[in-house]
Nanobody, 120 residues
Framework: QVQLVESGGGLVQPGGSLRLSCAASGSILSINPMGWYRQAPGKERELVASITSGGSTTYADSVKGRFTISRDNAKNTVYLQMSGLKPEDTAVYSC??????????????WGQGTLVTVSS
């Protein structure tokens, strides 16, 4: 069994910064990819950013130049550094990981979600 625990959400003023973290625990052999998604009220969930085990990254056009995704393979953790936050970034942010377990099963695992609110 694999679990993801997120942290770092909260209320921030426009133009501010936040860093989200998502740590995986359990029977983990490898993780590829790691990603962050978000869902704003009344909207569909969208991919914000993803990173492969080799460090290749993908970003939504709306966050390019403002958000940075990174990972610490030793800690099975993915981060999302968000700067220049805008009210339209307000959403529930969830991490997702593709996990290969010690039994060689491949699981897509989601975190519980953390709310980011950008408001003055």
């Amino acid at each position: 069994q694999v679990q993801l625990v997120e942290s770092g959400g909260g209320l921030v003023q426009p133009g501010g910064s936040l860093r989200l973290s998502c740590a995986a625990s359990g029977s983990i052999l490898s993780i590829n990819p790691m990603g962050w998604y978000r869902q704003a009220p009344g909207k569909e969930r969208e991919l914000v950013a993803s990173i492969t085990s080799g460090g290749s990254t993908t970003y939504a056009d709306s966050v390019k130049g403002r958000f940075t995704i990174s990972r610490d393979n030793a800690k099975n953790t993915v981060y999302l550094q968000m700067s220049g936050l805008k009210p339209e970034d307000t959403a529930v942010y969830s991490c997702k990981m593709g996990v290969r377990t010690h039994l060689l099963r491949y699981l897509e695992v989601w975190g519980q979600g953390t709310l980011v609110t950008v408001s003055s």
